[in-house]
């Protein structure tokens, strides 16, 4: 596509619950990254994913946080046993061969509010 | 572990002055990006910087990398009031490629 889509643009759910949040990623595009915006934390990296090589989850902050990466393309950020805290901007990157060069796009985000 | 650190916070400047925003990181880098965040948007790419020494700019924006003293200035030439937004710079090391975003800055450009 021409941009990286996320969905929903908005979830709100109770405390508890499991959550999945949806990216695709520009097409052509080797790697993708989640990334997560709070007030109190500012823009904090939670994985990446290039190509077929094993996922980089060190950003990941507990074991109720998992994500996968289907054919390559479409990506599916799990939240599992949602606390408030988890509340924040859910944010989609891809880049072409991880970055370097040609920068990241961001998609518009989705915004989690646990309550 | 990475850090990287943006000054001001906050900036309120009025339009027609310049002003520069400041971003130091810790570690060894030559790669570093800027991005524009408008309120409720996504992030919006402005600079990519890949060198010691590279200066890049955009109207009235002018990026700028010193990769010895680890430092990136974003400099605004007669500011107008289509530039507030909040700007944040990262930094990207290591073949893992992921990003360390500074706290941001929000540019007020009053009339």
């Known amino acids: 596509g021409a941009g990286v889509s996320q969905s929903p643009s908005n979830k709100v759910t109770e405390k508890g619950k499991d959550v999945e949040l949806r990216c695709d990623p520009i097409s052509g595009h080797t790697a993708l990254y989640w990334y997560r915006q709070s007030l109190g934390q500012g823009l904090e990296f939670l994985i990446y994913?290039?190509?077929?090589?094993?996922?980089?989850k060190s950003g990941l902050p507990s074991d109720r946080f998992s994500a996968e990466r289907t054919g390559g393309s479409v990506s599916t950020l799990t939240i599992q046993r949602t606390q408030q805290e988890d509340s924040a901007v859910y944010l989609c990157?891809?880049?072409?061969?991880?970055?370097?060069?040609?920068?990241?796009?961001f998609g518009s985000g989705t915004r989690l509010t646990v309550v | 572990e990475l850090k990287v650190e943006q000054n001001p916070l906050f900036l309120s400047m009025q339009e027609g002055k310049n002003y520069t925003i400041y971003c130091n990181y810790s570690t060894t880098s030559d790669r570093l990006y800027w991005y524009r965040q408008d309120p409720g948007k996504s992030l919006e790419s402005l600079f990519v910087l890949l060198s010691n020494g590279a200066v890049k700019q955009e109207g009235r924006l002018m990026a700028s990398l010193d990769t010895k003293a680890r430092l990136s200035t974003l400099h605004i030439t007669a500011a107008v009031h289509d530039l507030s937004a909040t700007y944040f710079c990262?930094?990207?090391?290591?073949?893992?490629?992921?990003?360390?975003f500074g706290t941001g800055t929000r540019l007020q450009v009053t009339l």
């Open positions: 990157a891809s880049s072409l061969f991880g970055g370097t060069y040609y920068g990241y796009t």
């Open positions: 990262a930094v990207s090391t290591g073949t893992a490629s992921k990003l360390t």
């Open positions: 994913f290039q190509g077929n090589s094993a996922p980089d």
